[in-house]
């Protein structure tokens, strides 16, 4: 089966279905839980699964920008070891160092979620909302 490009009106039309669907039966998995953010977590995430969209802008801004920067510059992989330590990016060494080889050998698009390394990392959608409709491959809904 050949996989169909995702729309805005399809990403609705699917939405719909997943909605109706999830309503139609019962999640044991979710039995008992009282965290609104873990059945957000839980829904999006299977929602997500259920799909596959274009993630070439779905990465944090600053890191991504930032990433361009150094490869503008002449970066090495270890400037980009050294951005990732001050962004305080969970990667041990070994990680790291294959994460800047990748970035250096195919540089990542700039992203436009917000990204906060707290104790959790949470997305903030204010950016890719602003640039919803102007930039390439952000696309706005109504």
Known sequence: MTKQNLTIDLLCKEAGLFAADESAHDEPSLYGVTD???VGTYLEHKFQRNLS???SRTADFQTTSGLRKILENNGNT???IAFFSERMLPVDEIQALELAEKVISNPPEIGYLTISNALQWRLQ???VIQEAGIV?????VY
């Not at 390439?136 to 706005?140: D, F, N």
Request: no cysteine; charged share 35%.
């Open 136 to 140: 390439l491959g952000i696309s706005k």
């Open 53 to 55: 969209v274009d993630q």
């Open 36 to 38: 609104g953010k873990a």
């Open 78 to 80: 270890d400037d980009v």
């Open 125 to 127: 959608y204010s950016r």
